[in-house]
């Protein structure tokens, strides 16, 4: 099973910028779709961002579409959150998952028990 571990989280300024970093191990990284999910207080865990196996397909929310970026690297076992002009809408704790299914599978947003995941990095936008 694959095992997967997120960094890059931190505290930044509104309209400042972060890259989250998600390592995957004990998979084949490159058969799997990813998704990057977010969980704020008392909020329920929602849909940010999912990348294909080949990184051809990309599907956002609508709330970081045009600011938000998702990339992998199948070389390096790794995929990436490039988070642009923050908000502090933004504040929550990020998720990385990974699943065997389509990447369009994962936008719809629901939380599968099959999905490996990560156990997150706290992002805190200030205004």
């Known amino acids: 099973q694959v095992q997967l571990v997120e960094s890059g989280g931190g505290l930044v300024q509104a309209g400042g910028s972060l890259r989250l970093s998600c390592v995957a191990s004990g998979g084949t990284f490159s058969m799997y779709s990813m998704a990057w999910f977010r969980q704020a207080p008392r909020r329920e865990r929602e849909f940010v961002a999912t990348?294909?196996?080949?990184?051809?397909?990309?599907r956002y929310s609508d709330s970081v579409k045009g600011r938000f970026t998702i990339i992998r690297d199948n070389a390096k076992n790794t995929v990436y959150l490039q988070m642009d002009n923050l908000k502090p809408e933004d504040t929550a704790t990020y998720y990385c998952a990974a699943d065997e299914g389509p990447a369009e599978n994962m936008a719809v947003g629901y939380l599968s028990d099959r999905y490996f995941w990560g156990k997150g990095t706290l992002v805190t936008v200030s205004s």
């Open positions: 990348i294909s196996w080949g990184g051809g397909v990309t």
